[in-house]
């Protein structure tokens, strides 16, 4: 039943999303966007190396978008990169392949697991995910490129 994801510690989550608002001036931003629901999320990042320093974003999304970029915000600062792309994938895999949920500190994302039985609802609740791996992707993409010389 759809009330299995619709839990109290999920409304709760939705209803106390941290850092919310867009940075001054970010690395990278990114938004993700479920055409099957309208939910968005725009991510800004900042980044030191392959740290995440600081983080804002905008969620204007159902209560599965909104307790996704909840734990997102709640844990991404001090967070690497590769731990970043590495947990959309474990997310993605726990919605679509039966995998496992990440433990350690992104282990409230096994609230999310219920999820995988209603297909429609898994973009919303990877758009976090999605938009934080799409900003690090542009800030590593920068990165690569060779320093304009100066002129």
């Not at 850092?19 to 990278?28: F, I, Q, T, V």
């Not at 999320?41 to 599965?64: N, S, Y």
């Amino acid at each position: 039943m759809l009330n299995d994801i619709y839990n109290r510690r999920i409304i709760e989550l939705a209803g106390n999303i941290p850092r919310l608002g867009r940075l001054a001036s970010p690395d990278a931003s990114a938004t993700a966007h479920s055409k099957l629901c309208g939910s968005t999320v725009k991510v800004d990042l900042k980044m030191d190396g392959p740290i995440v320093t600081d983080f804002a974003h905008e969620v204007k999304a159902c209560a599965l978008g909104q307790a996704s970029s909840s734990i997102m915000a709640s844990h991404v600062i001090g967070s690497t990169a590769s731990e970043l792309c590495e947990l959309r994938e474990t997310v993605r895999k726990m919605l679509k392949d039966n995998g496992s949920p990440p433990q350690g500190k992104w282990a409230d994302i096994a609230l999310l697991e219920p999820v995988r039985e209603y297909k429609a609802r898994h973009a919303s609740t990877m758009l976090t995910f999605d938009a934080v791996a799409d900003a690090i992707g542009q800030i590593e993409a920068k990165a690569m490129q060779p320093a304009a010389a100066p002129g």
